[in-house]
């Protein structure tokens, strides 16, 4: 059984009760909150491991409570998974560029959400193997979850995270965004190419004058510069 904790906010009483009722099934002990303000309280006081987040909320709405998480020291490394009735790809990318590791459209199967709660928690365990990797200015530190560059630690999601330690310990290799999102996502089914795009596009970012170490392979996917 899995005994982590998972935060659902969600003001709809019947599908909160549904994914609630689906989760405690699976061992998963769960904090219901119906509003963003609770939801960020909550996550602060309680840690969880994963936040199942709505994004039409009444006041403050799910992609605010996305921002506050992220941007606060202690809630920032709690994987997120968004979660809607919006469909455009638009929303979508501007959830996973907020931080989000995940988005999964209204209506869903609970089937389909344990399999990504699933993937998301498996690709946000720490490795227990300690192995350093660095390239130029970057530098990776699997064991610690850390990355830097020019000695300076940046902050990233555990997707994003999982993304450049794939790529870097395969220094000089193509890889397709299929297989980014069969191994770093651990799932491809209704998992668009935009969304490896996307979460190269924000690593980029932050990694600033590094940027460049992450490679676009055109018809392919993308690279890891070898140092």
Same mark, same amino acid.
């Given at each position: 059984m899995a005994h982590e904790k998972i935060l659902i906010v969600e003001d709809d009483p019947d599908i909160s009760e549904m994914i609630s009722y689906n989760l405690g099934r699976e061992g998963y002990a769960v904090i219901p909150a119906n509003n963003g303000e609770d939801a960020v309280a909550m996550a602060q006081r309680e840690r969880p491991a994963l936040v199942?987040?709505?994004? #039409?909320?009444?006041?403050?709405?799910? #992609?605010?409570?996305?921002?506050?998480?992220?941007?606060?020291?202690?809630?920032?490394?709690?994987?997120?998974?968004?979660?809607?009735?919006?469909?455009?790809?638009?929303?979508?990318?501007?959830?996973?560029?907020?931080?989000?590791?995940?988005?999964v459209t209204k209506p869903f199967s609970p089937r389909e959400l344990i399999a990504r709660i699933r993937a998301v928690l498996r690709r946000a365990k720490p490795r227990e193997a300690a192995e350093v990797v660095r390239a130029g200015f970057v530098e990776i530190d699997s064991l610690r979850h850390r990355v830097s560059v020019s000695g300076t630690e940046i902050t990233l999601t555990t997707t994003e995270f999982k993304l450049i330690e794939y790529l870097a310990q395969r220094p000089g290799e193509a890889i397709s965004r299929q297989k980014?999102?069969?191994?770093?996502?651990?799932?491809?089914?209704?998992?668009?190419?935009?969304?490896?795009?996307?979460?190269?596009?924000t690593l980029r970012k932050k990694l600033g004058q590094a940027k460049g170490c992450i490679e676009t392979v055109r018809g392919v996917g993308y690279r890891f510069r070898e140092a």
């Open positions: 199942v987040l709505d994004i #039409m909320l009444p006041g403050m709405d799910g #992609m605010e409570v996305c921002r506050r998480l992220k941007e606060a020291s202690g809630t920032r490394h709690i994987p997120i998974i968004m979660l809607s009735a919006k469909s455009q790809e638009t929303d979508k990318v501007v959830g996973l560029e907020l931080g989000a590791d995940d988005y980014i999102l069969d191994s770093v996502f651990g799932y491809n089914s209704d998992v668009y190419d935009r969304t490896v795009d996307t979460h190269i596009k």
